[in-house]
């Protein structure tokens, strides 16, 4: 579940959602989010853009632009490293488990 028990990710609409979805509910220790493989992207995301307004004079005028910028650069993400990134995350959670929740490499 996530991390920040918001209470329409524990609300039973969601549950009943997810269930109908097929989703498996995981157990999740709660100290280590940075094992969610959106991370990554956002990651890659916040590079590009980093990238992409690293001269003053580049930089978003306005919320909408920075916005267009910012789907533009995500659709930019390959699906085959997203699928790699869920394809590891047995191995994520493992690593998790055998670091009893502490940190790990992810």
Request: net charge neutral; aromatic share 8%.
């Amino acid at each position: 579940m996530a991390a920040d028990n918001a209470s329409w990710h524990h609300g039973l609409e969601n549950k009943e959602l997810q269930e109908d979805c097929g989703y498996q509910r995981l157990s999740w220790p709660p100290n280590s989010p940075d094992q969610n493989p959106i991370e990554n992207a956002w990651s890659l995301l916040k590079k590009a853009l980093k990238k992409r307004f690293s001269r003053l004079e580049s930089r978003p005028h306005s919320a909408a632009e920075l916005f267009h910028a910012a789907k533009e650069k995500w659709e930019l993400i390959p699906q085959e490293t997203i699928d790699g990134w869920i394809k590891r995350m047995p191995e994520r959670l493992q690593a998790v488990l055998d670091a009893d929740g502490s940190h790990t490499k992810w």
